[in-house]
């Protein structure tokens, strides 16, 4: 794809939460790796690195940005409300599904969003959740990217180091700790199933950091008191993904996602998802086809079963996640479709600047010129 010098020459940050492990910070690196083989300066940062606006339109002043690509409209939006150059919001998830369920949050992630240059949403159902919150918003300024996923597993003896049976039947569920992942959703229907003596050699593993201390308080306190259930803690982007590639299934258990990084990940790593049934979720897995959907733990355990016994189903189910992987959520697609956005992006800004360069070059030339000629007629006297 050729692109423009102006956007090759045009220097972007990329902001948001962005907690190492999360899927944000998952989202901003591979963004951050498309403009860098491109030849742009460009710079990620979390938004909690910065103090205050101040702070950060400083950053954006001495460091020369020409436009900024933020996650999260909500938790950016500070930064966002005077922010000095164009800026483009992608939605994450919980701004867009759970921020704008309160009134004066909702306000909050409406003014950001019209005060954006573009929005991104990752699937149709956010593209017309948006339009729902906003039904007068320019639609041409909405574009729908599907989050692409790469893994890279790195060895990483885990069974041998939380001393887990290699013959284990594991089952993971990759979040962090806090409400809107849900992550003690199954854990007592699981702990309930283990206890039945065919079924010990399941694990339900849970990996993930701490984000909410006060949930993680109660969800560690909660697993004292649970078998067959543990918590690995947070682990590297490469150990995660080995974790997932030797897991019998992988388990969301949210009550809201945008788009899950982590089942893109298993789909690609060969591995079936059983899912919480959640717009979200059921953008991606389609059921009895590319994953498993469920609405109540009970149901999670008849899945969890039948994925145990059918092993057609199971070969199935990898076959058509994988397929659908390179389908719809390839790296090539994505970088594509940021380059055009950003493209737009950064030229009204570019554009504007290079002209307010040239006005000032062009006014110290007459400048130069007035003074050199006062100079002449001043020896000519």
């Known amino acids: 794809m050729a692109l423009s010098l102006d956007f090759a020459d045009s220097c972007i940050l990329i902001t948001g939460p962005l907690t190492e492990g999360s899927g944000n910070y998952s989202t901003a690196r591979r963004i951050l790796h498309y403009f860098e083989q491109n030849g742009n300066q460009c710079f990620s940062r979390n938004v909690s690195d910065f103090e205050s606006p101040s702070d950060f339109q400083e950053f954006i002043t ?181 974790v997932i590639a030797d897991s019998f299934a992988l388990v969301n258990s949210s009550v809201s996602e945008g788009m899950s990084t982590a089942i893109l990940e298993a789909m690609e790593l060969g591995v079936p998802v059983i899912a919480r049934n959640i717009p979200g979720n059921a953008s ?41 992987i390179k389908e719809r959520h390839s790296w090539e697609t994505e970088k594509c479709r940021y380059f055009e956005l950003m493209k737009k992006l950064c030229s009204d800004n570019l554009l504007e600047n290079r002209q307010s360069v040239e006005k000032s070059s062009m006014q110290n030339k007459d400048s130069k010129e007035g003074g050199h000629v006062e100079s002449i007629n001043g020896c000519h006297r």
């Open 284 to 324: 991606i897995v389609a059921h009895k086809e590319t994953g498993l959907l469920y609405n109540e733990p009970k149901e999670f355990l008849e899945m969890a079963e039948l994925l145990m016994k059918d092993d057609d189903l199971r070969i199935s189910l990898i076959e058509n996640g994988r397929r659908q």
């Open 62 to 242: 001495s460091e020369r940005i020409d436009c900024v690509l933020a996650l999260h409209a909500f938790k950016c939006r500070t930064v966002l409300k005077d922010c000095p150059v164009p800026f483009a919001v992608i939605f994450g998830g919980t701004d867009l599904n759970e921020n704008t369920k309160v009134k004066a949050d909702r306000e909050v992630v409406i003014k950001i969003a019209l005060s954006a240059k573009f929005l991104v949403v990752f699937s149709d159902i956010m593209y017309e959740k948006v339009v729902s919150l906003m039904p007068h918003f320019d639609r041409q300024r909405i574009w729908t990217i599907p989050q692409a996923v790469k893994t890279y597993p790195a060895y990483y003896d885990w069974h041998k180091e939380h001393r887990i049976e290699d013959d284990a039947v594991v089952f993971t569920l990759v979040a962090g700790l806090r409400p809107v992942k849900d992550p003690l959703f199954l854990v007592r229907c699981f702990s309930d199933w283990w206890k039945n003596n065919s079924n010990q050699k399941t694990v339900f593993l849970i990996v993930g950091p701490k984000h909410d201390k006060g949930f993680s308080d109660i969800f560690l306190e909660t697993l004292r008191r649970s078998l067959g259930v543990r918590y690995l803690g947070p682990l590297s982007i490469p150990q995660t993904h080995q």
